[in-house]
Each structure stands twice: as C-alpha cells, then as structure tokens.
C-alpha cells in the first residue's frame, strides 16, 4: 500500500499525500516527459566527442558536464522548461487527486478556478482564469523570444 | 615521452578490435598507424589514450605502467577526426580550456594562448566560433587546444580525414614542421599510404586487428613482409604468383628473352607519369607506370602490341614470411 519509501517516510511524519510535495511529485511526472523530449534529441546530436575532448584535457566528470556538456544542451533545455512550465500550469487531474483541495494550502490555480465555479461563485473563476491566460501568454511570448535567440 | 604497448587484446562483444598487439614507439619520433577501416588501429590509439581499456596486455608510458591512471591525469594531447571543437566557445576559449581546467593565471593563460594561435597560424581568430571556421582551421584549433597543457604525447585520430584534397596536403607538411618545432612524441592514425609515407619515421601497418609489420617508409615499400602490406603501402600488379610494382615492368618494342607479349588497351597520362594498361596474350590485365619521357620514346598508343618482363617482383608463399625476388636483368 505504502510502496518501498511509504512507511519510513510516513515514520519521519513527512506527509506527502494531500499537501505540497505531493503536488510537486505528481507535476513532475506529467511534466519532466516533455523537458527529456527537447533533450535527448540534443543530446544524441552533439554525440559524445566533445566530452571525451574534455577528459583527455584534464576535465573531470563533474567539470566536464559544467564546462562542456550543459552550456551544448541549454537551449534545450529551457525550452524543456518552459514547455514543461506550460504544462504544470495547467495541469487538473494529477493535482486533483493527489492535493486534497485544502483552501490556501494545497489549492493550485486550475483546482481553484474548479472550485470558485462549482460554488456559483463565477466571478472569482474568471478572475483566476485570465491570471491563468496571462500566465500562459507571457510563457508562450517568452518562448518565442527564446526561438529567436537560439537561430541566431 | 616513449610509448609501449605490450600485448594488447580488446573486444567489442564478438568483434575483435584488437588481437595481442605489441608496439613501441620512440621518445620524441613521428609514427604513423596506418591501416584499412575496422584493422584496429584508432582502437590502438584510443587505449593509449586512456579512452578504452585493454582486455588484456598493458600500456607503458616513459616505462611506467598506466592502466590505473585515468584519462585525465595520463597527460596526453588528443585530436579527434571530426574536430570535437567546444561550439559553444570561442577559439580562444577552446584553446584556454586545459589551462582554466587547471587554474593557470589569467595573465599567464592570455600569454599562452597567444604562443599557442601564433604556432596554429590563427591570429587574429581568437573571438571566433569553431562553427566561423574553415575545416582546416578548426582541426588547427583542435591541436592549439591538444597542445595547450604542453603533453608529452600528442595523438591524432585520423586528423585530415574530414578535409579536402589540398587543405589535406598542406595541413600535413605543416604537421610535419610543428613535429620539428615541438618535438613531442606523436602517433597518428590514417587510411592513406600516402600521408603516413609523406610524414611519419615509422609506419606501424594493421591488419584485422593484428600488426602486420612495423618499419620505416621506405623499409615497407621496398621489403613488405606480407601480401597484405605490399598491396596496401603501394599500387601492385599480379603477375601469376607474383606481385610487381607499375613501376617495375620493363616495356621494349620488341620480342626478347623473358619478355611476354602484351597489347596496350588505354594510355593515360597523369602529367610526369602516364599510366599503361595492358592485356597479356593470356587475358590478364596489368598496368605500368612509366614517365612521359619514355611513353614518347617507345611512341605507346592504344592498340598496339608491346613486350613486358618484371624487372623486380616478389612471391610471398603460403603461411611462409619468407620473400623471393623473382628476375632482375
């Protein structure tokens, strides 16, 4: 029931079901596919030459990959991010399940905009959902200046 | 800095890239492997490096054994054939990078960076990107950066492969004085006869993952021990059992003793050597190389019927090392 860290987890009273890491737990799942889809391609592009050019420089692993590998892969992986960033706004039945909907505490934007409508209370529902829109035309023009870039 | 390799052995799953391999390579000499795709020798070049383990058998550096001495700390220069140039830097980011990796002083980086673009002949390319360079440029590139941290073994994987015809045969006279300049122990991987026997002091010739004989230029070209290595260093006819060099067929207008009569198919003239191709009264094809002097002399042209004879060629028998000159006048 516990799985293999539930119990010992659950011994340390570090709750994760119905609060915070539940929520971050449950975002990064549907989330972290999409930042890997920008990333693996780069990566098998660029090959693994330039790291071994590093290492016969005297660049350790950990050098090697500050150095070397992650400024070859950074565009995408902010684009990653922020597709992903896109994503885990969005994001209801993950959330849904795992938060508990507590009001002020394990409520996201998506879940609230649900709640506000269910309860007549439209208004605030609109007002949530156009703070959602802003968020997601900002991300979606900061993309676009970051597509920009990386053709230059 | 000497290197030895002594009985070397390693396998890619069911392949055998490298099958109890010996050498040994003088401090401060220019030696070439030389061999065709899959014989085993950038392998050879990589676990000197320190890129590849061994199965069996051992590298020595300066005598010193360094199977449990990492990449990093071995010390040698490596240039890879496609360049593995850092795109994301400038030239001269490239080129600091063993140096920052090892905390060398600003000032003292900015100095030798600067020795290092003047030796490459890149002045004034310092604020550039590899992806702004020509290939002959970035492959320069490739060795500044290499010999930046002062190796004492510098390690070329096919470095002109990727380059075109002229830039190729620049670039490896140009190595040939930076070997004089610098005098570092290099070993360098190719495909092209003509490139090790241009530039290095020793040929080391692979074969299958085996060595097949190890010697200077023209020690190969004039005493091959194999089939293999006289058909590889070099253009061959066979003549029956026997292999001849284009050079070595004697062309005379008419019949003597020793002399086969041969009809010419096709002349080809290369500038200062003209190609003859020929058909003996047999049916086999063969071809001479002979100057342009002579072809005008003996007046050869298509159709007509000349008369050959080796005047060096060599059997090599069957699981024998052993060589016999054939004729000679």
């Known amino acids: 029931m516990n799985g293999w860290f539930g119990g010992a987890l659950a011994n340390a009273s570090f709750q994760i079901i119905f609060s915070t890491p539940g929520i971050v737990l449950a975002t990064i799942f549907v989330s972290l596919p999409f930042v890997c889809r920008e990333v693996v391609p780069v990566l098998q592009e660029i ?36 597709l992903a960033t896109a994503r885990a706004l969005g994001e209801f039945g993950a959330v849904s399940v795992v938060s508990g909907q507590i009001s002020g505490k394990t409520e996201t934007l998506p879940l609230f905009v649900q709640k506000e409508f269910e309860t007549f209370d439209v208004a605030g529902a609109y007002a949530a959902a156009v703070v959602l829109a802003v968020i997601a035309l900002a991300t979606l023009f900061a993309m676009s200046r970051l597509n920009r870039k990386e053709k230059v | 800095m000497g290197i030895t390799v002594e009985g070397a052995t390693k396998h890619f799953g069911e392949f055998v890239a490298l099958d109890d391999v010996s050498i040994d390579v003088p401090d401060g000499s220019l030696t ?4 065709p795709s899959g014989s085993g020798k950038s392998t050879l070049l990589r676990l000197i490096a320190g890129l590849e383990q061994p199965d069996k058998g051992r590298v020595l550096l300066s005598g010193k054994e360094v199977g449990h001495v990492s990449v990093q700390e071995r010390g040698v220069g490596f240039v890879f054939q496609h360049y593995a140039a850092f795109k994301h830097m400038t030239v001269r980011d490239n080129v600091a990078f063993a140096l920052k990796i090892r905390k060398v002083p600003r000032d003292l980086i900015k100095q030798r960076v600067k020795e290092l673009m003047k030796l490459v002949q890149l002045q004034g390319m310092a604020h550039r990107y590899p992806s702004q360079l020509s290939g002959g440029q970035r492959q320069r590139m490739a060795l500044a950066r ?34 004089d300049e610098v005098h570092v122990t290099t070993i360098f991987v190719t495909h092209d006869q003509e490139e090790a026997m241009d530039i290095a002091e020793q040929i080391v010739v692979m074969n299958q993952g085996r060595i097949e004989q190890t010697g200077s230029p023209r020690d190969l070209y004039e005493h091959p021990s194999s089939e293999f290595v006289m058909s590889f260093v070099g253009e061959v006819n066979r003549v ?12 005379v207008l008419h019949p003597d003793d020793g002399f086969e009569e041969a009809m010419i198919e096709r002349v080809v003239h290369l500038g200062f050597e003209v190609r003859v191709e020929l058909t003996l009264a047999d049916g086999e094809h063969l071809w ?42």
């Open chain 2, 288 to 329: 001479a190389q002979v100057t342009r002097v002579q072809s005008e002399e003996l007046e050869l042209e298509k159709g007509h019927i000349v008369y050959v004879r080796p005047s060096r060629a060599k059997v090599f028998r069957d699981g024998e090392p052993s060589t016999e000159e054939l004729a000679a006048a």
């Open chain 2, 240 to 251: 029956g059992d026997a292999l001849v060099r284009p050079h070595d067929l004697d062309i």
């Open chain 2, 146 to 179: 290499a010999l930046a941290a002062e190796p004492k073994v510098l390690l070329l994987d096919e470095p002109f492969g990727a380059l075109d015809a002229t830039v190729r045969k620049d670039l490896r006279q140009w190595l040939r004085r930076l070997h």
């Open chain 2, 32 to 35: 070439a492997l030389l061999g």
């Open chain 1, 47 to 82: 090959g693994d030459e330039q790291e071994q050019a590093a290492h016969t420089l005297g660049a350790s692993p950990w050098q090697t990959f500050w150095r070397v590998t992650l400024p070859a892969i950074r565009w995408g992986v902010v684009y990653g991010v922020v």
